[in-house]
Nanobody
């Protein structure tokens, strides 16, 4: 089993930045892909970013447009999501996810473990 705990969410003004962290414990998938998804009220869970086990391969949702950066520190079993130029439409609960095996993926169904989520609220 893998446990994922997100942190770093909060309230920020439009144009501001936040850095989300996700720390894994248990049978940590240091060689597997990890991802970030988000879900706003009344909407489906949406892909944000993913990163391969090595950290060399990353994918981003179309809406990111260069504003977010995903990275990982395997020595600390932690994945990060640096979010800049935040806008009110970025308001959502952000979830960290991990695969049991395999590389980075944009598909929500490819992930086996999920964190509880951290709220990000962007005010206008």
């Amino acid at each position: 089993q893998v446990q994922l705990v997100e942190s770093g969410g909060g309230l920020v003004q439009a144009g501001g930045s936040l850095r989300l962290s996700c720390t894994a414990s248990g049978r940590t998938p240091s060689s597997s892909g990890m991802g970030w998804f988000r879900q706003a009220p009344g909407k489906e869970r949406e892909f944000v970013a993913s990163i391969s086990g090595s950290g060399y391969i990353t994918y981003y949702g179309d809406f990111v447009k260069g504003r977010f950066t995903v990275s990982r520190d395997n020595a600390k079993n932690t994945v990060f999501l640096q979010m800049n130029s935040l806008q009110p439409e970025d308001t959502a609960v952000y979830y960290c996810a991990a695969r049991s095996y395999g590389g980075a993926s944009t598909n929500v169904n490819m992930y086996d473990y999920w964190g509880q989520g951290t709220q990000v609220t962007v005010s206008s």
